[in-house]
């Protein structure tokens, strides 16, 4: 089992800057690869952002390239994401997730996820 818990969301004005976190505990964080995905309203879980283990690989949505910056720190069992220029359709509830064996691909099915975190908001009013 892994725990997740999800912080930084807020309520953030067009242009804007948050930087939200994910702190892991359970098992050993430098061995499985991480993912935030997000959930507008009336909409599905959409995938943000992947980061393998050792942080040598990432992948972003086309939505977010350029804007957003998924990182890890192993040693605090902690991934984060960075998100600059936000836009109001960035609005959503951020997740994020553990995927324990990547594969090399698959990186944005949400179904190829093990564990959750409940979520944090993130508001982006224009």
């Known amino acids: 089992q892994v725990q997740l818990r999800e912080s930084g969301g807020g309520l953030v004005q067009a242009g804007g800057s948050l930087r939200l976190s994910c702190a892991a505990s359970g098992r050993t964080f430098s061995s499985y690869a991480m993912g935030w995905f997000r959930q507008g309203p009336e909409k599905e879980h959409d995938f943000v952002a992947f980061i393998t283990s050792n942080g040598g690989i990432r992948y972003y949505a086309d939505s977010v390239k350029g804007r957003f910056a998924i990182s890890r720190d192993n040693a605090k069992s902690t991934v984060y994401l960075q998100m600059d220029s936000l836009k109001p359709e960035d609005t959503a509830v951020y997740y994020c997730?553990?995927?324990?064996?990547?594969?090399?691909?698959?990186?944005?099915?949400?179904?190829?996820?093990?564990?959750w975190g409940q979520g944090t908001q993130v508001t982006v009013s224009s």
């Open positions: 997730a553990v995927m324990l064996y990547y594969t090399g691909r698959y990186y944005d099915d949400r179904a190829k996820y093990d564990f």
